[in-house]
């Protein structure tokens, strides 16, 4: 969805170094989400904000941070990047209302090496 | 546990076909259930949405259907074309407990359509 974007698409990282991933949308929703994506497995929820000052960990936080810097622009951190933090990571954003629907960025594909 | 079960795994059909696939859970009690239809290097989308009383919804060639005594919704693809190569993935939202309830998504089926 053109509405979410994600920066950047493609990345290769060595263990051992920090990496951030973006996410910016202009639809105007006050909630945002990251998830990752492994092969054979549901998305899994990492973080989620219902807005700038409402952040809360999901299912797999662990070894990942994230920051709300302003309503539109939601960004995940890898402190220390590790070969099991390889996946497809997604953002996404709702509007906060009941039966939402969560709209998905096109995703950004990480190798840890 | 909370689980949400895809079959089959992957699925090749000739364009012009019919499919089916398949969704099973165990998400009780649950507020909605949505099927998403994910093209390769894009992010899911939402294609319909069903509600704990609903028995089905059509979006177009999509047609899905929910069983809540059995627990089981089906997505049932008419006339197939080779733009409905994707990966299909069913998603519960579960109802109750206060705060926010997480999503819980399938792990997908992948759909080839043929010429």
């Known amino acids: 969805d053109a509405d979410v974007t994600q920066t950047p698409r493609n990345r290769i990282t060595k263990t051992g170094k920090r990496i951030m991933l973006e996410c910016s949308q202009t639809?105007?929703?006050?909630?945002m989400y990251w998830y990752r994506q492994d092969p054979g497995l549901g998305l899994r929820l990492i973080y989620y904000?219902?807005?700038?000052?409402?952040?809360n960990k999901g299912e797999i936080s662990d070894g990942y941070s994230v920051s709300r810097q302003a309503q539109a622009k939601f960004s995940l951190s890898l402190e220390s990047a590790i070969p099991n933090q390889t996946a497809l990571y997604f953002c996404?954003?709702?509007?906060?209302?009941?039966?939402?629907?969560?709209?998905f960025g096109p995703g950004t594909r990480l190798l840890v090496l | 546990k909370n689980q949400v079960e895809q079959s089959p795994q992957s699925l090749i059909i000739l364009e012009g076909k019919n499919c089916t696939l398949q969704?099973?859970?165990?998400?009780?009690?649950?507020?909605?259930l949505r099927w998403y239809k994910q093209d390769t290097g894009r992010g899911p989308v939402s294609l319909t949405i069903?509600?704990?009383?609903?028995n089905t919804k059509s979006n177009g060639r999509y047609t899905a259907t929910l069983d809540a005594d059995t627990k089981q919704s089906s997505l049932h693809i008419t006339a197939s074309q080779l733009s409905d190569s994707a990966s299909y993935i069913c998603?519960?939202?579960?109802?109750?407990?206060?705060?926010?309830?997480?999503?819980?998504f399938g792990a997908g089926t992948r759909l080839a359509v043929h010429p």
């Open positions: 996404a954003t709702s509007e906060g209302r009941s039966q939402e629907t969560q709209y």
């Open positions: 639809k105007g929703h006050d909630r």
């Open positions: 904000s219902f807005d700038v000052k409402d952040i």
């Open positions: 969704c099973n859970y165990t998400v009780s009690p649950f507020s909605n």
């Open positions: 069903m509600t704990f009383s609903e």
């Open positions: 998603v519960v939202t579960p109802l109750g407990g206060g705060g926010y309830n997480k999503l819980i």
